[in-house]
T-cell receptor, first 111, second 115 residues
Framework: EDKVVQSPLSLVVHEGDTVTLNCSYE??????LLWYKQEKKAPTFLFMLTSSGIEKKSGRLSSILDKKELFSILNITATQTGDSAVYLC???????????FGTGTRLQVFP | DTGVSQDPRHKITKRGQNVTFRCDPI?????LYWYRQTLGQGPEFLTYFQNEAQLEKSRLLSDRFSAERPKGSFSTLEIQRTEQGDSAMYLC?????????????FGEGSWLTVV
């Protein structure tokens, strides 16, 4: 059965710290991996990764995919309190059009 | 606002009652999804439509759940004879179904509490 595992489940840091969130997956016919940020509402899209080794970057957030080892990381540098959220990882397979989500990593950034 | 919109945002109902949620996807997105999310969990896939055709349903979707997208635009999700275990946030999402992976965009969600 396809699955996505995120770690750590929870992370508490101070403003200015750098964090790395992990996502490993097992899926047949992998197509893409997506990262979402969820505050107290719906998930908002961050990145989609389809190829190994290519870093996607947006401001202080970046992500990279390793298709050989079946994982992705999401880095956040110089964290701010506004980064506090649950970060969700999801994967999509070619034989289906749905996303399979992990349980998320809850990040809390304190001033 | 041209995002995915859902209605109602919150619903409290007594066990055994029926509830219906509506979703209006982003214009011209031909794929529409329903997910369910409980506290501390990621969203779980329920069903999805390509235009008006319902192409996949999860095993999570019992006979009490039915979804429609009659004209390929908005969709409804109905839960009959609600149970306390149905309490969750019901998320609708849509995507344009391009050839390059499937970025889906979520609505704000409809919170259901069954008492």
């Amino acid at each position: 059965e396809d699955k996505v595992v995120q770690s750590p489940l929870s992370l508490v840091v101070h403003e200015g710290d750098t964090v790395t969130l992990n996502c490993s997956y097992e899926v047949t016919n992998f197509r893409s991996l997506l990262w979402y940020k969820q505050e107290k509402k719906a998930p908002t899209f961050l990145f989609m990764l389809t190829s190994s080794g290519i870093e996607k970057k947006s401001g202080r957030l970046s992500s990279i995919l390793d298709k050989k080892e079946l994982f992705s990381i999401l880095n956040i540098t110089a964290t701010q309190t506004g980064d506090s959220a649950v970060y969700l990882c999801a994967v999509e397979a070619y034989n289906t059009d749905k996303l399979i989500f992990g349980t998320g990593t809850r990040l809390q950034v304190f001033p | 606002d041209t995002g995915v919109s859902q209605d109602p945002r919150h619903k409290i109902t007594k066990r055994g009652q029926n509830v219906t949620f509506r979703c209006d996807p982003i214009s011209e997105h031909n794929r529409l999804y329903w997910y369910r999310q409980t506290l501390g969990q990621g969203p779980e896939f329920l069903t999805y439509f390509q235009n008006e055709a319902q192409l996949e349903k999860s095993r999570l979707l019992s006979d009490r759940f039915s979804a429609e997208r009659p004209k390929g635009s908005f969709s409804t999700l109905e839960i009959q004879r609600t149970e306390q275990g149905d309490s969750a946030m019901y998320l609708c999402a849509s995507s344009p179904a391009t050839g390059e992976g499937n970025t889906i965009y979520f609505g704000e969600g409809s919170w259901l509490t069954v008492v």
